[in-house]
């Protein structure tokens, strides 16, 4: 028993000791910037600071990927087991995983059709962007998923809704 309480204890301070150090080399690295930042040295905390940035965007892109693949696969499999799914829908899902390089937007939206101007908008014609969000909400319909139009103020979006 006492053998299995040293044990953990070393676990527990090593684990400890590796916190502390990361904390050391944190407070370390924001010195440095502080430093260079004193010292008028733009290029050096530039670098330092798109350092300490790239660090957390690769850590956030490489989650967003893992979430896209996961979401991918589960799509892949919904499809190859709904027996309503049209045949080529089927075969086109089923290639894209077998690829292994497939997109979400490949694997989610299967089924598509062609998307134009639509007759009932009488006085404008819709932008190109605007004609892509129509087609990308068509798609959404046509594949049975959810989606949220957004962007920047004033761009069309209700138009692009209505049509």
């Given at each position: 028993?006492?053998?299995?309480?040293?044990?953990?204890?070393s676990?527990?301070d090593?684990?400890?000791?590796e916190e502390?150090?990361?904390?050391?080399d944190?407070?370390?690295?924001?010195?440095?910037?502080?430093?260079?930042?004193?010292?008028n040295?733009m290029t050096?905390?530039?670098?330092?600071?798109e350092?300490?940035?790239?660090?957390?965007?690769?850590?956030?892109?490489?989650?967003?990927?893992?979430?896209v693949?996961?979401?991918?696969?589960?799509?892949?499999?919904?499809?190859s087991?709904?027996?309503?799914?049209?045949?080529?829908?089927?075969?086109?899902?089923?290639?894209?995983?077998?690829?292994g390089?497939?997109?979400?937007?490949?694997s989610?939206?299967v089924?598509?059709?062609?998307?134009?101007?639509?007759?009932i908008?009488?006085?404008?014609?819709l932008?190109e962007?605007?004609?892509g969000?129509?087609?990308?909400?068509?798609?959404?319909?046509?594949?049975?998923?959810?989606g949220?139009?957004?962007?920047?103020?004033?761009?069309?979006?209700?138009?692009?809704?209505i049509?």
């Amino acid at each position: 028993r006492t053998a299995i309480g040293r044990v953990a204890r070393s676990v527990r301070d090593r684990l400890e000791g590796e916190e502390k150090q990361k904390e050391k080399d944190a407070l370390e690295a924001e010195k440095a910037r502080i430093a260079a930042l004193r010292a008028n040295d733009m290029t050096a905390y530039t670098k330092m600071l798109e350092d300490t940035r790239n660090d957390r965007l690769k850590f956030l892109l490489d989650k967003t990927d893992e979430a896209v693949n996961q979401i991918s696969n589960l799509l892949h499999e919904e499809r190859s087991t709904d027996e309503a799914a049209p045949t080529a829908a089927a075969a086109a899902s089923s290639a894209l995983a077998s690829q292994g390089t497939s997109s979400y937007y490949a694997s989610a939206h299967v089924r598509s059709e062609e998307v134009r101007q639509p007759s009932i908008l009488e006085f404008g014609q819709l932008k190109e962007y605007q004609i892509g969000g129509l087609r990308w909400m068509v798609s959404l319909y046509n594949n049975r998923l959810n989606g949220i139009l957004a962007d920047e103020m004033g761009l069309g979006k209700t138009v692009q809704t209505i049509a």
